[in-house]
C-alpha cells in the first residue's frame, strides 16, 4: 500500500489522505483543509460502499462475474479528480492527471 508522500509524487497531486471503514480520516497531507480532507474521507467511503452496491446488484442482474467487488474509483469535475482505492486516496489536478499511473500506484501492495 502507497504511503500518503509516495501518493503526492504522482503527477498533479494536490492532496492525499487515508480514512477507516467508517469514513473517519485517519491522516492525510497536501494543500487542503482538515475539514475538507474529513469531508473527502466521508465521500470516498459512501462512494465505494454505492460503488459496491451497484456492482453486486449488476453481477446478479446480468449473470456475470467480475464487477464486483470494486477496487477503487474517480471523480472528476472542473479542474481535479479525487482517485479513491481501497482507504487512501488522491486528488489531483485533472489537466496533469495520469490515472493509469494513480490506479497502479494507489492497488500496489508492495509499496509500504
Known amino acids: 500500500m502507497p504511503t500518503l508522500e509516495e ?23 497536501g494543500d487542503i483543509s482538515e475539514q475538507a480532507a474529513e469531508i473527502a474521507a466521508l465521500m470516498a467511503t ?30 472528476a469535475a472542473g479542474k481535479y479528480a479525487a482517485c479513491i482505492a481501497g482507504n487512501r486516496g488522491v486528488f489531483v ?3 496533469k492527471a495520469d490515472f493509469d499511473k494513480i490506479f497502479q500506484t494507489l ?3 508492495e509499496n509500504n
Open 93 to 95: 489536478e485533472l489537466d
Open 7 to 29: 501518493l503526492m509524487q504522482l503527477p498533479g497531486a494536490i492532496a492525499a489522505g487515508e480514512f477507516d471503514n467508517n469514513g473517519q480520516l485517519c491522516a492525510y497531507t
Open 107 to 109: 492497488l500496489s501492495q
Open 46 to 75: 459512501a462512494n465505494l460502499a454505492m460503488a459496491n452496491m451497484q456492482a453486486k446488484g449488476y453481477s446478479a442482474y446480468t449473470g456475470k462475474d467480475g464487477f464486483f467487488p470494486v477496487q477503487g474509483f474517480a471523480v
